[in-house]
């Protein structure tokens, strides 16, 4: 396609001279990929006057002279709507912006001064930063790759609390056979029970949900790409067997649909757009997983390992192989930390690492730099101290979403992962907060300048 | 691109032995596009039992034995909701369907007996008759690949009555140079006001609207590729030097803009689609325009005479030399004919045929087989005769949509175009009902099966 040719060597030109740097933003939803991309954008506008980012070392240095929104290059990509996020943190009383769906993006100019003047182009110098927020559930679909439709029906799981979740498509599905013919409008039927499983299955709480385009579908809505489901009860069966049933059957339909799927859903994602990121920051909720309990936990933790195959770069991983990215930083950031005590932020980061061990192994065996932190893009509590049975205890102080004052203290993060014992205590009760009235200048947040440092820092020296 | 390859060398096989065709249906929105799909599919499906289609011959010969659903081709291509159609129809009261959005697509497997059975295949046929359904907007956007941004600005007109639907656009963008540099937000809105005058413009009745995907973006919504609009004031300058402006310029942003969706939105439909269809029908809601007075009938006209384009397959038309076409069949029907008496109904398509006279004549000119015809999909009214002064007089008895029973006559379509003294005398007052109870067998009609007769009668003998 002549416009990726030209667009790749436009921008290997501007990459190669260090100006063009292209950072994704992702996180399972409701992980606070708005917020962050909302309050990066706000921090670095008003770099260099109201904004504190103190762990910024160029915006510390006062080289860091500000920032402003340019025409994006993909022309077909929806932009970010800062616009309208920011609307909404200034609304009375302040309201947390609307989420995004799908991918967006937004490019900002970027004006400092290095820390040595070179010989050419003066004192001051551009970072063209390219943003882009994606949802976490598109990277859910990449280990859907690895699988023809029949490995992909064994490996489906319905136990626990999802059997309840999934019971009317169970139903349904109970009684079919592989090398029945099944009508398209009955199909379709069962495909959205199976569909309405996953959106139940979300709304309750859970993420570890396949396949991912099923909880967005956009413009593809009614089309039978989107309309297949996991076989049940295929363990027993023979593979050649299923290979050999009529195109008409319902396994070769559904397999067929699948493969559509892989092919013309998942793929044209990380080819188009994956593979051309520079550098990535994946947000966890895992306060919010804390609060739902340990089956939800678990659940996170299961999802978290899928999400991050996409950032294995090993040599023999899936994602090497098909697609040749070249993420060269990574960040991993629990977010909303302002919804506990300050000195608990460093038992939160501790939690996010462990919660991620395995997969943070991989990446460092696999060479990709990564880092983990805790942070609160947009700070929606102050900090206070209160007397508690004659001594000083931490406490925060902020509006609930119902707009009730609130003090109080929601409770210590475990260090590591919660076992029993911790889930038998219920020593967490998380609050949701409405954001600060802003007073003008930059948005308060917790660490987005640690963030922006390991994320930008090196390119505005 | 392997897919289409495939596809196009299966389709090319299918189509030799006469055994597959691709249908279209469009017309602008609220022509009635949804009935007419819905019916036709419900007719076929009843056809050799309930259906009545004597004006088909192999229905009145009994040699059409029915037709089922089968899986279409194009996965990703959204499928046509004729069940929630039809349960729409089956609600008490009946409703008439939600409109379709975008393209959709139907798969009918029909089977047959030949006038004369071969020496092969035995004594029944099949024939696959593929239907998609798109909006006829997207056809207003042909002509738009024969401008350049600059002579696209200079064919807009805001006078009459779009004005003042366009005024809170034309007072934003009054004072703009097109040299002049303005800020990404900034843009979007005013872009935003000219989508806003668009959408009031379909309201009120307009249907000449471009750029088409404005009023319906889709998961394109917020990208820049649909946040261009017309530069007022560019009749006095010189091509030449809007040409040297540089590219953060107004006029050299939003010239780029109206490329890409020249390139990325306008092309992609001819060449994945359009190109691909063997048979098309445009719908037209003739009656309603009537109703709407001459400044919409008018723009009505317009509309069509550039949505007709779209099928001047004349060897030197910009649609030969872009997408080499290949439609050999065309039919062009006013629909609702049941909202008038039925002597009246030669006239609607006496009406029909003037007002597209010009496109017709090059139509025939292009040796394009092309019919037109008026028809009711779902027939909606019972005509009746009442005395009225003495005289014998028809009229129509229906269930308006706000649920009362009437018995009128709405009025004489004129033959020709309508000129002043017809406008001047109100002569027709079109209600709209809403459909008749169906009471089992399939929906009622009119000359929906001599529709079906000429886009696909020759196939079925």
Redesign the interface.
């Given at each position: 396609m002549p416009?990726d040719l030209t667009r790749d060597f436009h921008d290997l030109l501007e990459r190669g001279r260090d100006r063009q740097l292209r950072l994704a933003v992702t996180g399972l939803s409701r992980a606070g990929k708005t917020a962050f991309l909302t309050s990066l954008v706000d921090q670095l506008r008003h770099a260099g006057l109201e904004a504190r980012l103190d762990l910024l070392p160029a915006a510390r240095e006062g080289r860091l002279l500000g920032a402003r929104?340019?025409?994006?290059q993909d022309?077909?990509?929806?932009?970010f709507?800062?616009?309208r996020a920011l609307a909404a943190l200034d609304d009375s009383p302040p309201r947390w912006p609307e989420p995004t769906r799908?991918i967006?993006e937004l490019r900002l100019s970027i004006r400092y001064r290095p820390r040595r003047p070179g010989w050419v182009g003066g004192d001051t110098r551009r970072l063209t930063l390219d943003l882009f927020d994606y949802p976490g559930e598109w990277l859910l679909d990449l280990p859907l790759l690895e699988h023809d439709f029949a490995s992909w029906c064994r490996a489906q799981r319905f136990d626990g609390e999802r059997a309840m979740l999934f019971a009317d498509w169970q139903r349904e599905v109970a009684d079919l056979e592989p090398a029945q013919e099944v009508?398209?409008?009955r199909l379709?039927e069962i495909a959205e029970r199976y569909a309405e499983g996953l959106r139940a299955a979300r709304e309750a709480g859970f993420s570890d949900l396949q396949p991912g385009r099923f909880l967005l579908p956009?413009?593809?809505?009614?089309?039978?790409?989107l309309q297949f489901f996991p076989l049940p009860g295929l363990d027993a069966a023979d593979p050649a067997d299923l290979e050999r049933l009529p195109p008409?059957s319902l396994y070769a339909?559904l397999a067929?649909?699948f493969r559509?799927y892989q092919?013309?859903i998942v793929k044209p994602f990380y080819r188009e757009h994956f593979r051309r990121f520079d550098r990535q920051i994946v947000l966890v909720d895992v306060l919010g997983a804390l609060n739902a309990g340990p089956e939800r936990f678990e659940d996170l933790s299961r999802a978290l390992s899928r999400l991050m195959q996409s950032f294995d770069y090993g040599r023999r991983s899936l994602l090497s192989r098909l697609f040749a990215p070249r993420i060269d930083r990574l960040a991993i950031a629990a977010t909303k930390a302002d919804h506990v005590t300050p000195e608990q932020h460093a038992r939160l980061t501790g939690l996010l690492e462990a919660l991620l061990a395995e997969p943070l192994k991989d990446l460092r065996f696999a060479d990709v730099p990564v880092r983990a932190l805790s942070l609160a893009s947009i700070r929606a509590t102050e900090p206070r101290e209160v007397d508690h049975r004659g001594k000083r205890q931490p406490a925060l102080r902020g509006t609930t979403l119902e707009g009730e004052e609130a003090l109080l203290f929601p409770g210590e993060v475990p260090e590591r992962l919660p076992d029993a014992d911790f889930w038998g205590r219920q020593g967490f009760a998380f609050t949701a907060f409405r954001p600060l009235p802003r007073d003008g200048g930059a948005l308060p947040h917790i660490r987005l300048d640690a963030a922006l440092d390991w994320l930008i820092g090196d390119k505005l020296t």
């Amino acid at each position: 396609m002549p416009r990726d040719l030209t667009r790749d060597f436009h921008d290997l030109l501007e990459r190669g001279r260090d100006r063009q740097l292209r950072l994704a933003v992702t996180g399972l939803s409701r992980a606070g990929k708005t917020a962050f991309l909302t309050s990066l954008v706000d921090q670095l506008r008003h770099a260099g006057l109201e904004a504190r980012l103190d762990l910024l070392p160029a915006a510390r240095e006062g080289r860091l002279l500000g920032a402003r929104r340019v025409e994006q290059q993909d022309l077909g990509v929806p932009r970010f709507p800062f616009d309208r996020a920011l609307a909404a943190l200034d609304d009375s009383p302040p309201r947390w912006p609307e989420p995004t769906r799908g991918i967006s993006e937004l490019r900002l100019s970027i004006r400092y001064r290095p820390r040595r003047p070179g010989w050419v182009g003066g004192d001051t110098r551009r970072l063209t930063l390219d943003l882009f927020d994606y949802p976490g559930e598109w990277l859910l679909d990449l280990p859907l790759l690895e699988h023809d439709f029949a490995s992909w029906c064994r490996a489906q799981r319905f136990d626990g609390e999802r059997a309840m979740l999934f019971a009317d498509w169970q139903r349904e599905v109970a009684d079919l056979e592989p090398a029945q013919e099944v009508e398209e409008s009955r199909l379709a039927e069962i495909a959205e029970r199976y569909a309405e499983g996953l959106r139940a299955a979300r709304e309750a709480g859970f993420s570890d949900l396949q396949p991912g385009r099923f909880l967005l579908p956009g413009e593809l809505a009614g089309a039978p790409v989107l309309q297949f489901f996991p076989l049940p009860g295929l363990d027993a069966a023979d593979p050649a067997d299923l290979e050999r049933l009529p195109p008409e059957s319902l396994y070769a339909t559904l397999a067929r649909r699948f493969r559509h799927y892989q092919q013309y859903i998942v793929k044209p994602f990380y080819r188009e757009h994956f593979r051309r990121f520079d550098r990535q920051i994946v947000l966890v909720d895992v306060l919010g997983a804390l609060n739902a309990g340990p089956e939800r936990f678990e659940d996170l933790s299961r999802a978290l390992s899928r999400l991050m195959q996409s950032f294995d770069y090993g040599r023999r991983s899936l994602l090497s192989r098909l697609f040749a990215p070249r993420i060269d930083r990574l960040a991993i950031a629990a977010t909303k930390a302002d919804h506990v005590t300050p000195e608990q932020h460093a038992r939160l980061t501790g939690l996010l690492e462990a919660l991620l061990a395995e997969p943070l192994k991989d990446l460092r065996f696999a060479d990709v730099p990564v880092r983990a932190l805790s942070l609160a893009s947009i700070r929606a509590t102050e900090p206070r101290e209160v007397d508690h049975r004659g001594k000083r205890q931490p406490a925060l102080r902020g509006t609930t979403l119902e707009g009730e004052e609130a003090l109080l203290f929601p409770g210590e993060v475990p260090e590591r992962l919660p076992d029993a014992d911790f889930w038998g205590r219920q020593g967490f009760a998380f609050t949701a907060f409405r954001p600060l009235p802003r007073d003008g200048g930059a948005l308060p947040h917790i660490r987005l300048d640690a963030a922006l440092d390991w994320l930008i820092g090196d390119k505005l020296t």
